[in-house]
């Protein structure tokens, strides 16, 4: 397996980055994430988009043009030759010698095997909601502190994973957004949360007899929502059955699953360069 670090590939077990490395000492960084389908990157250019806001947003110099960037994930693909694959891109802080101040960042790029979820027909997520808003939410900072602490509160609670919310203001999951369906709306929070590509995508489908809406909702109106699930690069739309150990609807996710099945046609033609 081959990592790329400033454009260059290492063997995984050579791959090293300095302790003086701002992600280590600050935990200042961001990343994205994206998945590959037969070697294919999905959406590359919604997830360059955003990669490359983010480091805006932290005044982190991205050294490559997206051109650059997108044949350096390249070279990794055919290099380790993982058809079915997530690609972490990641840029640090940089060797900080005081430990504080940001100098030349580090691009590192990763690759894992994925297993590729073409449908939602498997059992529903539990969630388990948690007061906390996201630091810096619109960028996609290494920041997951809070959601790796409570990992003992999810298990305590029989769920799958974190639902915050701000004060009831229902926002995202750590690694996804989050979504509810009722007799004729689609919902999502609109501020204060990360905007996701897959999120986007669902934005951009039609649904008869459905609007999309995006605004402030509450946990109550989570509770009473007739489907929820969340969207994610790895789980596309995904059903939730719980909230809070309360049953969400009558657990066919009608509407969750026909949404997936139109991100899965959008991917389809992405990866046949049609989209």
């Not at 999120?199 to 929502?225: H, M, N, W």
Request: glycine share 6%; with cysteine.
């Amino acid at each position: 397996m081959y990592i790329s670090i400033n454009n260059e590939l290492f063997l995984a077990e050579d791959a090293n980055i300095s302790v003086a490395d701002l992600s280590i000492q600050r935990g200042y960084g961001i990343f994205d994430f994206l998945k590959t389908i037969n070697n294919k990157p999905i959406f590359i250019e919604d997830y360059f988009n955003r990669f490359y806001h983010s480091a805006k947003e932290m005044h982190l110099e991205v050294e490559l043009s997206r051109t650059q960037l997108h044949e350096a994930i390249l070279k990794l693909i055919a290099r380790n030759n993982i058809p079915n694959s997530g690609i972490k891109i990641i840029l640090t802080g940089g060797f900080s010698e005081d430990g504080y101040t940001m100098v030349k960042p580090n691009l590192i790029i990763i690759q894992t095997p994925l297993n590729i979820i073409e449908n939602s027909t498997s059992k529903g997520l539990a969630l388990v909601s948690y007061n906390h808003q996201r630091q810096i939410p619109q960028v996609k900072t290494i920041d997951y502190l809070q959601a790796i602490r409570l990992q003992k509160f999810v298990k305590e609670n029989a769920a799958d994973d974190l639902l915050y919310h701000n004060h009831g203001k229902v926002r995202e999951c750590p690694r996804a957004n989050f979504f509810i369906v009722t007799d004729h709306e689609i919902i999502t929070a609109k501020d204060e949360i990360l905007n996701g590509i897959t999120r986007k995508k669902i934005l951009s489908l039609e649904v008869p007899g459905y609007t999309f809406v995006e605004r402030d909702f509450t946990l109550d109106e989570a509770y009473q929502a007739k489907e929820a699930f969340i969207s994610s690069s790895t789980k596309n739309a995904f059903p939730v059955d719980k909230i809070d150990g309360k049953l969400i609807g009558d657990g066919k996710s009608t509407i969750t699953r026909l949404i997936n099945d139109r991100l899965l046609e959008l991917i389809e033609l992405d990866q046949k360069g049609e989209s």
